[in-house]
Structures are given as structure tokens and as C-alpha cells.
């Protein structure tokens, strides 16, 4: 699927506000979601890998929709959900496989876990940035490699028309 080969690059987020997001500059998205005009991100803000900020809930057989809000410099790690509803304060950080509950907020500066995620003390989030920037690296060598023989002059594409 074309949204997972692009996952984590400004390719999405643009892919993303052209479907109707609101977001912000420096985003690193690697979440799911359907209704992306539901969707509002600040500036610096991290979703991770397999989170779900889909905007809708199934409620007695009426499909409700609401906002789901990130704003400036907050975390959603791997494995997160944000219900409709919910959001998620300034520099707030959502550990990993937690969940926010419809019209709950993850207070500024705070950390929550569990489900449903409650107020986490003494939680030292994994360094996840060298592993990130070698995947991102192994990520750029592959597409200059496959690439490649497309740009030499003596190989080139256009030498065989």
C-alpha cells in the first residue's frame, strides 16, 4: 500500500493535507486513520508506528464522528489509539500500545499509559532516534540504488529510445 511506503516522510503529510488534515510543520506520522478532515496535528508532533487516530466510533448502530487533536511537540507512541474526541495536550507524550478514551485529553506536559491511559511516573521512553535515522539512511542508499542506472549517461533510460 502506497500510504505504508511513504509512512514517516513529508510525502504523507502532504498526501494528508491535501485529503483535508490540519498539519502542522516537522511531523513524523506513521499512524492509520480514514477521516483526515477530522484530523488536526501541531507543529513537531510524533504519531507512531501502528497507531489508530481514526475519527469515527459505531455507537448503538449510528456511526458518530469527532475531532482528533495533537497538538505542538506531543508523542503517540507505536501501538496507540486517540479516540474521537479526544487529544492530546502541548509536549504530551501517549507510551506505547495505550489508549485515550472519546473526549479525554492528555494533559501539557505529561506522560499517560494503560488502558485506558492513565498518568505514567518514572517512564524513561527508549532512545528511538539512531534507529529511526539508520532506517531512514538503509531507506535513502536502497532508492539511489535503484535509481541509479535510470541517471547514468551510458544506461540511460533515454539512450534506448
Known amino acids: 500500500e502506497l500510504l505504508n511506503m511513504i509512512a ?19 511531523v513524523c506520522f506513521f499512524g ?20 489508530d487516530v481514526t475519527a469515527h ?42 489508549q485515550v478514551l472519546k473526549g479525554e485529553t492528555v494533559p501539557e506536559d505529561s506522560c499517560f499509559g494503560g488502558l485506558p491511559a492513565k498518568p505514567v511516573t518514572g517512564y524513561t521512553a527508549p532512545n528511538l532516534l539512531p534507529a529511526a535515522l539508520g532506517r531512514a539512511r538503509a531507506e535513502v542508499t536502497a532508492m539511489e540504488e535503484s535509481v541509479a542506472p535510470l541517471l547514468s549517461v551510458n544506461g540511460s533510460w533515454m539512450s534506448r529510445w
Open 8 to 26: 514517516g516522510t513529508w510525502l504523507v503529510t502532504a498526501f494528508m493535507r491535501c485529503m483535508g488534515s490540519q498539519v502542522g510543520t516537522n
Open 32 to 51: 492509520r486513520g480514514f477521516e483526515y478532515d477530522l484530523l488536526q496535528i501541531g507543529d513537531q508532533v510524533c504519531i507512531g508506528r501502528d497507531c
Open 57 to 98: 466510533t459505531v455507537e448503538n448502530m449510528v456511526m458518530k464522528m469527532e475531532v482528533v487533536r495533537f497538538e505542538k511537540g506531543c508523542s503517540c507512541m507505536d501501538g496507540s489509539s486517540v479516540m474521537p474526541g479526544a487529544g492530546m495536550e502541548p509536549r504530551s507524550t501517549l507510551i506505547e500500545h495505550s
